[in-house]
Every structure is written in structure tokens, then in C-alpha cells.
């Protein structure tokens, strides 16, 4: 005796209408993420540039990120502990980028206020590098005469004032005022016959000058920098001089930060370091 097939059940119009609902918003939800997922890779695809990192980002020998994206925990222990509050986490544009430390330097630049790099022992994860223990150490960036027209020293020029304007928020390090604590750079005036502010507050010059005199910075001869980072060169041309970049800059940003022509006449490149120059990697 064959058995008897059961009966389908018939749905009804309101659950094929639900399930109708379902299927729509399931379809949605998984778009959505695809379309989140896919935009992480924009900032990559339109081959945006590269922020300005703290010292110690890991970088391979072509720069690339790669490590130091997926090493960084996003927790900003880094941005907490910078004196002079120049790091910043990224925005929703940076894509996979997002939340990621990064700094600015026209608006506020890393003077190395703290000679302990206290972002790079404030990380815990190592994606600023604890392989590294001073500012010399550090491969930010590289700093270029981008506009050399417009250069003040170029042009035999001196510079009296505030470097930025009054209403600049930006601060850092005067040796002389406050050993540890930085002002803003608006209080404190220029009067230079000759301007020369991106090799006057140079950290790593201001370095080897005290190294020089006598008095390395917290008494440590290792925060002596071994090499010059910018220096001032004749033009031939009355009293102008040309500011030239040497193997010792770090790409900190504070010439960039502290020039006073809009815009400035001499920027951070991220994309090259002392090291990628003097391997011939452009």
C-alpha cells in the first residue's frame, strides 16, 4: 500500500509578503557591506598620498605601509602623549586608513618636545617602531624647497613678526622660555636680518648645537644627531641664501610649519627619506 505524499501547505499572502520583506532587506544589507568593504580600498585606488606618520611607523624599504595599517590598533595612546598635540587620528576618507595617527605639519608639527619619543613608547603594538630611541632615528619624511622664488632667504630677505600670524594656534619648544613646555609659536616673535627660521628651529639642528656647546639635550650624548638636517648656502647674489636639506633630516615638519609665506615655500615629502635618497629609490 504506497503512502500518502502530505499536502504542501499553502502561504498565505501575508507571509509570502514578509518573506518578500526579508529577502529585499537581506539583499541590501549584503550590498551595503560590499559597498563599505570596496570603499576601505578608494583612498588606495585613487593613490592618495601618503599622511605624515610619527616617528617610528613602520615603513618597508619602498615605504609602503602595509605593516604599520595593519600593526596599528587605532588606540590613540600615541595622540594622547605628544607635548605638543601634532598627531591626529584620520577620518572616515582614509578608507582602510581610518583612525590611523597622522600629522599635519603646517598646522602643527612634531618638534620632538619630548626627547624620549614618547609616542613610540606609548605604543603598544610597535607599529611606531620600538626599535628606535632618538629623534635622530626617525625617517618621517624628507623636507624639499618647494617654492624657491618665494623663499625670504632666497630673495635676501629678513623677517620681523610673528612667523604665522597672531591668530596661529600651533606651539612648540623654545629652549631659552620653557625647557619642557611648549608656547605658542605666536608669542614669540621674530626679528632676523636675514630669514632663517627653517634652520633656527630645526630640532635636529637645535640638537647639535647643544651638542656642540656642551650640553646635550637631558644630559644624554646619545640625542646628539650625528648628521646636519637643513643648512643656509650662498646664492651669489648680495646676501641671499638658499636653504639646503642634508642627510640628517627626518622629515619632522617644523621648517614647513614655522615658513613664513603662504603657502609655504618649503613642505615635507612622505614619500622619500634620508635612507630612500641615499639608496638612489625615487
Given amino acids: 500500500m504506497s503512502e500518502e505524499k502530505p499536502k504542501k501547505r499553502k502561504v498565505g499572502p501575508r507571509k509570502r509578503e514578509q518573506s518578500r520583506r526579508e529577502f529585499i532587506r537581506t539583499g541590501m544589507l549584503a550590498g551595503g557591506t560590499l559597498i563599505l568593504?570596496?570603499?576601505?580600498?578608494?583612498?588606495?585606488?585613487?593613490?592618495?598620498?601618503?599622511?605624515?606618520r610619527p616617528p617610528g611607523a613602520l615603513k618597508d624599504a619602498e615605504l609602503n605601509e602595509r605593516e604599520f595599517l595593519a600593526a596599528c590598533i587605532k588606540c590613540g595612546q600615541c595622540v594622547q602623549v605628544c607635548p605638543v598635540e601634532a598627531i591626529k587620528l584620520a577620518d572616515l576618507d582614509?578608507?582602510?586608513?581610518?583612525?590611523?595617527?597622522?600629522?599635519d605639519a603646517r598646522d602643527q608639527a612634531c618638534d620632538f618636545s619630548c626627547d624620549g619619543l614618547q609616542c613610540v613608547l606609548a605604543c603598544p603594538t610597535g607599529a611606531l617602531t620600538h626599535d628606535i630611541d632618538y629623534p635622530a632615528q626617525s625617517r618621517m619624511g624628507f623636507a624639499r624647497l618647494s617654492r624657491?622664488?618665494?623663499?625670504?632667504?632666497?630673495?635676501?630677505?629678513?623677517?620681523?613678526?610673528?612667523?604665522?600670524?597672531?591668530?596661529?594656534?600651533g606651539i612648540l619648544r623654545f629652549e631659552d622660555i620653557d625647557r619642557w613646555n611648549p608656547i605658542p609659536l605666536a608669542d614669540h616673535p621674530f626679528d632676523l636680518e636675514l630669514c632663517d627660521l627653517c634652520v633656527r628651529r630645526c630640532p635636529i639642528e637645535i640638537r647639535i648645537a647643544q651638542c656642540e656647546a656642551g650640553t646635550p639635550p637631558s644630559g644624554d650624548p646619545n640625542q646628539c644627531p650625528p648628521k646636519h638636517a637643513i643648512r643656509l648656502e650662498p646664492t651669489g647674489d648680495g646676501k641671499?641664501?638658499?636653504?639646503?636639506?642634508?642627510?640628517?633630516?627626518?622629515?619632522?615638519?617644523?621648517?614647513?610649519?614655522?615658513?613664513?609665506?603662504?603657502?609655504?615655500?618649503?613642505?615635507?615629502?612622505?614619500d622619500r627619506t634620508a635612507d630612500t635618497l641615499n639608496r638612489g629609490v625615487s
Fill in 240 to 270: 641671499a641664501m638658499i636653504p639646503i636639506v642634508e642627510d640628517g633630516c627626518v622629515g619632522c615638519g617644523v621648517c614647513e610649519m614655522i615658513c613664513p609665506v603662504e603657502p609655504t615655500a618649503i613642505v615635507i615629502d612622505t
Fill in 148 to 169: 624657491p622664488d618665494a623663499c625670504l632667504a632666497v630673495q635676501g630677505k629678513g623677517f620681523s613678526g610673528q612667523a604665522r600670524g597672531p591668530d596661529f594656534p
Fill in 37 to 52: 568593504a570596496l570603499a576601505g580600498y578608494l583612498p588606495v585606488a585613487s593613490s592618495a598620498k601618503l599622511r605624515l
Fill in 94 to 103: 582614509e578608507g582602510f586608513g581610518i583612525g590611523v595617527p597622522y600629522l
